[in-house]
């Protein structure tokens, strides 16, 4: 079975903190997602990786950065977290290769709670 | 930019009852994925169309393709307490594998 973990359910910062939020997979997939999930907001992609190293903005980049120094791990991280960053977090990772024409199921890990307070 | 909605957001239906949710894209999709979310759970793969016009099913679960490709829904026929959750359409952005994700449908199921 495809496992993606992520390194903390429930997680409480201060205003101003620098968070890191770890991914890991293990199933060798290219791509890896991540992504912020709000009520009635659905989920919002923050930043994707299809390769190590490799890295593009999603469609809520503002406040974050990644870091993917290896194939099975996708950092998020938080330069100096906001109120507005409070919000349930998921990693997510699929096959697929740059150029290819199919599409792959995305598996998601259980997510991270993050509360800036 | 591309959007995908999806409606109703939320829905409560009687045990027994059948359940529809509709996806809308503002662009043509080359493929539509449909996920579930379990409540205190993470999105779980359920489907993907291609063709035009597909339709496919899974037990109680039918899905479709709108012939345009634009527009996707997910019926439940007979809902049961175990189909409650978020249902999730995601089309992706043209020649990457950004998925743009719709906004959710809840469904609640009254026992």
């Known amino acids: 079975d495809v496992k993606v973990t992520q390194s903390s359910r429930y997680l409480v910062k201060r205003t101003g903190e620098k968070v890191f939020l770890e991914c890991v997979q293990d199933?060798?997939?290219?791509?890896m997602f991540w992504y912020r999930q709000d009520p009635g907001l659905g989920l919002r992609l923050i930043y994707f990786?299809?390769?190590?190293?490799?890295?593009e903005k999603g469609d809520i980049p503002e406040g974050y950065s990644v870091s993917r120094e290896k194939k099975e791990r996708f950092s998020l991280i938080l330069e100096s977290a906001s109120t507005n960053q409070t919000s349930m977090y998921l990693c997510?990772?699929?096959?697929?290769?740059?150029?290819?024409?199919?599409?792959?199921?995305?598996?998601f890990g259980p997510g991270t709670r993050l509360t800036v307070t | 930019g591309q959007q995908v909605m999806q409606i109703p957001q939320y829905q409560h239906v009687q045990e027994g009852e059948d359940f529809t949710t509709y996806c809308n894209s503002s662009?043509?999709?080359?493929?539509i994925q449909w996920y579930k979310q379990r409540p205190g759970g993470h999105p779980v793969f359920l489907i993907q169309?291609?063709?035009?016009?597909e339709v496919k099913k899974q037990k109680r679960l039918t899905f479709q393709f709108g012939e345009a490709k634009k527009n996707s829904s997910l019926h439940i026929t007979a809902t049961q307490t175990t189909d409650v959750g978020t249902y999730f359409c995601?089309?992706?952005?043209?020649?990457?594998?950004?998925?743009?994700f719709g906004t959710g449908t809840r469904l609640k199921v009254l026992a």
């Open positions: 199933m060798d997939h290219e791509n």
């Open positions: 169309l291609v063709k035009s016009g």
């Open positions: 997510a990772s699929s096959w697929g290769l740059p150029g290819a024409a199919e599409s792959y199921e995305q598996y």
């Open positions: 662009t043509t999709l080359s493929n």
């Open positions: 995601a089309g992706p952005t043209s020649g990457t594998y950004k998925y743009i």
């Open positions: 990786s299809y390769d190590v190293k490799m890295k």
